[in-house]
């Protein structure tokens, strides 16, 4: 059931992202983070009410510390997914496992105090290698796939993939602490909201457009069920190789968001992009179980 579970969070979150596309037609960033956040977090409710899951915390500085990191994650993505291809911009967000790698090993570094009783830490360099190689995938993928007017929407694409690894060491620190995935979501929900509404008096608020204002429904629900979904993937998984195979299936979305960034937007990516796709989720998966083993 992880294994499903995980492949359908990857669906929806690459779902979402279609409507993001369409909504950032009508809206800016912050109105689709507000929108977001306030239809997430009224389905959140109910269904916390619903399982008889209480939403009072006793880590609200820790839930709060999360909703940051991941609303300012969230916002890069959505900017990106609005001026890049689909695909590209999914594909930089779920670098997140090379950036997890890449902290890990520099954290272990820069926390090594020399002394003899405390030996330099491994290098790791097959994780290393692995990273360089992540790398070089971002250089295969953005030179033919984005134009010269979209190098600023790479660039904060890829951002959004290393601060959505800090924000999911946060969620991996919340869930050690017993906290449950729907009191999780629904405060980073909440923070959303809160974000976007902040945001939004120094942005403005656009027209209303009518009928495509529908789209930022689908962008709230399909944003909870993915985070829902991928939550429960991982709780699920009980083993370490069932940890890694759900890990590694995340990078199903890359594929989702392929098919829609082709089949829906016509979007015409040239082979260099593709291989440095092909490079970026094998040096992925290559990371998350060379981590695991570390």
């Given at each position: 059931?992880?294994?499903?579970?995980?492949?359908?969070?990857?669906?929806?979150?690459?779902?979402?992202?279609?409507?993001?596309?369409?909504?950032?037609?009508?809206?800016?960033?912050?109105?689709?983070?507000?929108?977001?956040?306030?239809?997430?977090?009224?389905?959140?409710?109910?269904?916390?009410?619903?399982?008889?899951?209480?939403?009072?915390?006793?880590?609200?500085?820790?839930?709060?510390?999360?909703?940051?990191?991941?609303?300012?994650?969230?916002?890069?993505?959505?900017?990106?997914?609005?001026k890049l291809p689909l695909a590209t911009a999914m594909t930089?967000?779920?670098?997140?496992?090379?950036?997890?790698?890449?902290?890990?090993?520099?954290?272990?570094?820069?926390?090594?105090?020399?002394?003899?009783?405390?030996?330099?830490?491994?290098?790791?360099?097959?994780?290393?290698?692995?990273?360089?190689?992540?790398?070089?995938?971002?250089?295969?993928?953005?030179?033919?796939?984005?134009?010269?007017?979209?190098?600023?929407?790479?660039?904060?694409?890829?951002?959004?993939?290393?601060?959505?690894?800090?924000?999911?060491?946060?969620?991996?620190?919340?869930?050690?602490?017993?906290?449950?995935?729907?009191?999780?979501?629904?405060?980073?929900?909440?923070?959303?909201?809160?974000?976007?509404?902040?945001?939004?008096?120094?942005?403005?608020?656009?027209?209303?457009?009518?009928?495509?204002?529908?789209?930022?429904?689908?962008?709230?629900?399909?944003?909870?069920?993915?985070?829902?979904?991928?939550?429960?993937?991982?709780?699920?998984?009980?083993?370490?190789?069932?940890?890694?195979?759900?890990?590694?299936?995340?990078?199903?979305?890359?594929?989702?968001?392929?098919?829609?960034?082709?089949?829906?937007?016509?979007?015409?990516?040239?082979?260099?992009?593709?291989?440095?796709?092909?490079?970026?989720?094998?040096?992925?998966?290559?990371?998350?179980?060379?981590?695991?083993?570390?």
């Open positions: 059931m992880q294994v499903l579970w995980m492949v359908l969070a990857a669906f929806f979150f690459a779902t979402m992202g279609v409507s993001i596309k369409f909504a950032a037609e009508y809206f800016n960033t912050a109105e689709i983070i507000f929108y977001r956040g306030l239809i997430s977090m009224a389905l959140l409710w109910v269904l916390a009410r619903k399982q008889g899951v209480t939403l009072r915390t006793s880590l609200p500085g820790m839930h709060a510390w999360r909703s940051l990191v991941g609303v300012v994650s969230m916002a890069a993505w959505f900017y990106a997914i609005a930089l967000n779920y670098m997140s496992s090379l950036w997890i790698a890449a902290f890990m090993v520099g954290g272990a570094l820069m926390a090594w105090r020399p002394s003899p009783a405390t030996p330099r830490p491994a290098l790791h360099m097959p994780v290393i290698v692995s990273l360089l190689v992540g790398f070089v995938g971002v250089v295969l993928m953005m030179r033919p796939s984005i134009g010269a007017d979209q190098g600023l929407a790479g660039i904060v694409g890829l951002m959004s993939g290393m601060i959505s690894a800090v924000a999911y060491m946060q969620v991996v620190a919340l869930s050690r602490l017993g906290e449950p995935e729907q009191r999780v979501v629904f405060y980073f929900s909440v923070g959303s909201a809160v974000a976007g509404a902040a945001a939004m008096l120094f942005i403005g608020v656009s027209d209303f457009p009518g009928w495509p204002a529908l789209w930022l429904i689908p962008v709230g629900i399909f944003a909870a069920g993915g985070q829902l979904c991928m939550t429960r993937a991982y709780a699920n998984a009980t083993t370490r190789r069932a940890t890694l195979v759900v890990a590694n299936l995340q990078y199903s979305g890359i594929a989702f968001g392929g098919a829609y960034s082709v089949l829906v937007f016509g979007d015409l990516i040239p082979p260099m992009g593709w291989l440095g796709m092909a490079l970026i989720v094998g040096s992925g998966i290559a990371a998350t179980v060379l981590r695991a083993r570390n």
